[in-house]
């Protein structure tokens, strides 16, 4: 954009400053908004206060990208799901809100192909795990095989890239209860409790299959 003769500049949100920053903002064209979903709450703001003020915002003519409503529509993690049957989707990507789907789901998929589990809470990186089978053994059609408790999993963290290895069981339990006498020991510096909440306050799990081609960059 600045390439093609556009003033851009640069504005750190602030929460204390709320007001003064989207009045500043109305004297510019276009926004575009670098804050992902949950950075808000975390650095002491509002996000639905924050929201609000860009949807002012565009009704006074501004444009907005990402506006609010493609973000809460679009912008979760569980977006994936739902083209999980177009062609540039992948028929076992899967969105967990219970203990059941989770415990039925995640056994299913993590036979078939290494996985991407990811928590939908944040942006850093913490709870979203690359889960491969430690045996290497994988079924060859999606559904043929279910994985037993016991099987074991090589783990890693995106976070800080960490390795932890488990049982399908222990991981489950972790997921869905945090440390516990039932989840092993954990050196990870989350929770767990991923569905803690329901869906509503953002409780779910997204379950992809691992594409090992990510090493080469992604477009967005």
């Known amino acids: 954009m600045i390439a093609s003769d556009m003033s851009c500049q640069l504005l750190h949100y602030v929460p204390s400053e709320h007001d003064t920053f989207f009045k ?5 064209d276009a926004i575009i908004v670098r804050c992902n979903p949950g950075q808000i709450n975390a650095g002491g703001g509002d996000q639905m206060k924050f929201d609000d003020s860009m ?3 565009q009704k006074k003519g501004l444009q907005v990208w990402p506006s609010p409503d493609v973000m809460m529509n679009m912008g979760a993690k569980d977006a994936l799901c739902k083209i999980a049957d177009l062609e540039i989707g992948l028929p076992d990507t899967l969105a ?3 203990k059941e789907a989770l415990d039925e789901g995640f ?3 993590m036979a078939f192909q290494p996985r991407v589990i990811k928590q939908n809470r944040g942006s850093s990186g913490e709870g979203i795990w690359i889960i491969k089978l430690k045996s290497g053994s994988y079924c060859s059609s999606f559904g043929e095989k279910i994985c037993a408790d016991n099987e074991v999993l090589d783990m890693m963290e995106a976070n800080d890239n960490h390795s932890e290895e488990h049982t399908v069981a222990e991981f489950v339990e972790f997921c869905l209860n945090g440390r516990t006498s039932k989840s092993g020991t954990w050196t990870t ?3 767990g409790k991923y569905l803690e909440g329901g869906k509503a306050a953002g409780g779910q799990l997204v379950d992809q299959r691992f594409c090992p081609r990510i090493v080469e960059g992604e477009l967005r």
């Open 24 to 28: 500043v903002l109305e004297g510019f």
């Open 55 to 57: 949807r002012a915002l």
């Open 96 to 98: 967990y809100y219970s």
């Open 107 to 109: 056994k299913k998929t």
């Open 189 to 191: 510096t989350g929770v």
